[in-house]
């Protein structure tokens, strides 16, 4: 659950970012770009989370 949950919010968030920049640029929403962003931080999330963010005491 711990993958699925920051996958599902950043789906969301991407979304709702997307979809402002595009009515303010006067485009289309598209959800392709949407996808990929959402892919981009999800997987910075994951490595941030994991990887590089870990407390020492454990």
Known sequence: MR???PLIWT???SCAVSYV???M???AFQIGGTLV???AISVAV???G????KDESQ
């Open 3 to 5: 993958f699925i949950w």
């Open 11 to 13: 789906f969301v968030i």
């Open 21 to 23: 920049l595009s009515s």
């Open 25 to 27: 640029a006067g485009n």
């Open 37 to 39: 962003m959402t892919i």
């Open 46 to 48: 994951y490595v941030l």
């Open 50 to 53: 994991e990887g590089m963010l």
